[in-house]
């Protein structure tokens, strides 16, 4: 006998273990039989609605109050039953954007090991969409998810900047916290916008329409993959005849680029061997091999054992040793790395060492080195992720009939190729959403790029314009912009300081969504005046109180510029919250601008509530 076919069903999101979010109408929905009537209840509330001819039905409970956990109960006259449990009431977040929001705390366990010595909380959760790409239509539920609450077993999977913020708010409100982390690493703001907007925009509607072409598209993608492949094929194959006696090996200072010791735009692989002491007493002890990162992949061994291997250039390589592998006196480690663009590094400012025990031994320093292969460039592959409406419709779309108090967004850096359409873009991005969450004024609380610069050109000012992007979007209602100009590192796209971040953001929250008299923004330029060289910038410190400037004059990060668009250093002073400066090189100022290159380190102005001032770039002659 066949089982009888379900037909009440609830989307992922609705399940046990949820959070829903409080107010004056709380959704849920599903699917039945057509025309039939569908019963919920909740606490002391019961109530009923009638499927559609297509068998879809919505019901709202009114005026919920925070707390769990609470079991539903949801029925339909054919009979069937579906009981949720740990049902939570609270607040909802949406936290959304690419790599730096998806970062999982397991990146950031050796900065934050505390965090995960916490005992379990029930009221965090946080329900991550498994990525997904559609090109045709959006879908109307997830291919996969859950509900998990924060544990010392699941915290490791929580996004990093998701879970600091669900700590605040936990602490702040003392309520249930729901967190939706629908994010991707590499993803651009188009990824994120559906057809209709797309089509605004020719670029991004031809590739759409690449997209959508099935047959082609994967063909494409099949054949990039194996070009790919192919290439890491040929190069393994050159190397099984090398002769690594053949006395090539030359000394070299590490961490260092490639191109520092005579390795310009070297494509291919090298390969990297150090040798140290261990003393008898930790002989065959496990131990932590921590690496850096490199550029771009690489395999590691340890006296020909392989301890470890990273598939691209952004995790740090922390690798560790088993028992039975270290030797008492000499130890040999090795790096094979394969360079795929041109642009090998071990990088510089990163932790290189060998942690035994309670022994630390420094790996900076002299190595040998020796190329094996070397080749042309790897064959590039499309990254799914930056391709439009993908994302929109394959994780963000069922999201949009689960209420939320706001949305979380941290993103910008996978468009740095194109930054001068990042403004009206990301704009566009936020009134789709609102459109699509049938709230006017929905909050969103966008996280401006850190300082970062490795990867950059120091001549290229994408991601100042990318900045300034992210703070005219401040201008929309409701739209809170938090600065994070000293959280980066200038040398990892992936920074740890995930908790200040995820800080200044509850901040905004709390200000700008419950109402709190809570300074969340820096200082921000409210006026100028011009007197022949002298340029007079007023600031609103958000505290009412002066400038602070933590390193330097103050004055380093700002630059004038007169009419043939030649920026110079400036001087001047600060007196509380007034900068007065000018350049001796420009006579006529014509823009003024301040913190604006990839990492701008020295002079940053901040109020007296710790928090920086956003980079800016003002023309002061109309």
Known sequence: MQNKVKRLVLPKLISSGCVLQTGEKTRVWGSAAAQETVTLRLLDQEITCRADALGNWEAYFS?????????????????????????YLGEVFLCSGQSNMELPMNRVKDRYPTEFEKQKDPQLRLYKVKENYEFQTPLKDHREGCWK??????????????????????????????????????????????????????????????????????????????????????????????????????????????????????????????????????????ARLWLGTMVDSDRTYVNGVLVGETGYQYPPRKYSIPEGVLQAGENEICIRLVCEHGTGRVTPGKVYALFV??????????????????????????????????????????????QIRGVLWYQGESNDARPDSYEERLQQMILLWRKKWET???????????????????????????????????GLENVAVTVNLDAGEDNDLHPLNKQEVAYRMSLAVRSMIFG????????????????GEWVKLVFDTADKKGLVVHDGTGLEEFEAAGADGLFYPVTGEIKDHVVMIHSSQVKQPVIIRYGWSNAPKKGLLYNEAGLPASPFKISIHS
């Open 357 to 402: 025990e309670d022994e630390v031994i420094t790996l900076d320093g002299t190595w040998e080195y020796q190329s094996s292969v070397r080749c042309e460039p790897a064959p590039l592959v499309d990254l799914m992720s930056q391709k439009p409406t993908g994302l929109y419709n394959g994780m963000l779309a069922p999201c949009f009939r689960y």
């Open 63 to 87: 005026r919920l109050l925070p707390g769990g956990p609470f079991q539903m109960e949801i029925s339909s006259e054919s009979g069937e039953v579906i009981w949720l449990s740990d049902v």
């Open 149 to 286: 609450e924060c544990a010392p077993e699941t915290i490791g999977e929580f996004s990093a900047v998701s879970y600091f913020f669900g700590t605040f708010m936990r602490k702040n409100r003392n309520v249930p916290i729901g967190l939706i982390n629908v994010s991707l690493g590499g993803s651009c703001v188009e990824a994120w916008m559906g057809e209709e907007e797309i089509g605004m925009y020719p670029d991004m509607k031809e590739e759409l329409e690449q997209c959508r072409d099935e047959m082609r598209f994967s063909k494409k993608i099949e054949e990039q993959n194996k070009a790919h492949e192919d290439w890491y094929n040929r190069i393994r194959d050159i190397e099984k005849g090398m002769d690594w006696n053949n006395g090539q090996w030359k000394e070299v200072t590490l961490p260092a680029f490639l191109e520092d010791f005579g390795l310009s735009d070297f494509n291919g692989v090298i390969w990297f061997k150090k040798r140290i002491v261990i003393p008898d007493r930790l002989k065959g002890k496990k």
């Open 516 to 531: 709190e008299p809570v300074v969340y923004c820096g200082p921000r330029l409210s006026d100028f005046e011009v007197s």
């Open 440 to 474: 006017e004024h929905l909050p969103f609380v966008i996280a401006q790029l850190p300082n970062f610069s490795i990867d950059l050109d120091n001549r290229n000012d994408a991601w100042p314009k990318i900045r300034e992007a992210q703070r005219k979007a401040g």
